[in-house]
């Protein structure tokens, strides 16, 4: 039953980027569910009538066809389809409903992934200058220390992360993937 259901689902993505390619409006109603909406990887939520204006306009960020997923990729619930794929850099999920008898794109949302960062050695007596208060936002105050030869970030009630250096000033936290620079010391 789930392998039926995850070849219906695949259809779906191949009729929407057929309405997609010849702008078929008609399609492209049918095919979106009534509360769509599209999380960009930019944070701006469009609805149904936009990512059709969109697709209707040519606007580049609308009317790019959509990866199909493996069926191994698409989970099924029931009426429900989930898919998780990567596409240049970004994680796109998607949800797919069964309403009236046929399949719908109910939501999707892409977030950017994180770059790959390469921490780099530096002098570890250099890990010393760094300790102390750091503003990181207006009344927004931050401590580093030095555990061993990490130096670890601790902002207002937030928790502990360790920071790995990207240059001799410039270091990403670990656990968050927060980036900063050596500045504005209390």
């Known amino acids: 039953k789930d392998a039926k259901v995850k070849e219906e689902v695949q259809k779906l993505f191949a009729d929407l980027n ?6 078929d409006h008609a399609a492209l109603e049918r095919l979106y569910a ?4 599209f999380v960009r990887p930019s944070g701006a939520i469009i ?3 936009a990512q059709i204006n969109g697709i209707m306009a040519n606007d580049p960020l609308s009317s790019t066809p959509v990866a199909v997923p493996a069926a191994d990729r698409l989970m099924v619930y ?15 999920s998607s949800i797919f409903v069964r309403k009236d008898g046929r399949w719908q794109l109910l939501h999707a949302q ?5 770059p790959e960062r390469n ?25 580093v220390t030095r555990e061993g030869d ?3 970030w601790r902002g207002g009630n937030r928790p502990t992360v360790t920071l790995l250096p990207l240059s001799e ?17 209390v």
């Open 18 to 23: 057929e309405a997609i390619t010849k702008k």
């Open 78 to 92: 029931g009426d429900v389809v989930v898919s998780r794929i990567i596409v240049r850099g970004t994680a796109i």
């Open 169 to 185: 000033t410039h270091f990403f936290a670990k656990e968050t993937e927060t980036e900063i620079d050596r500045k504005s010391v």
């Open 110 to 114: 892409g977030t950017r992934l994180a």
């Open 150 to 152: 990490s130096l670890k």
């Open 119 to 143: 921490p780099v050695m530096i002098d570890p007596q250099l890990l010393d200058s760094f300790l102390g208060k750091y503003q990181f936002g207006p009344g927004a105050v931050a401590t």
């Open 47 to 49: 609805n149904k009538a």
């Open 34 to 37: 009534a509360e769509f909406q």
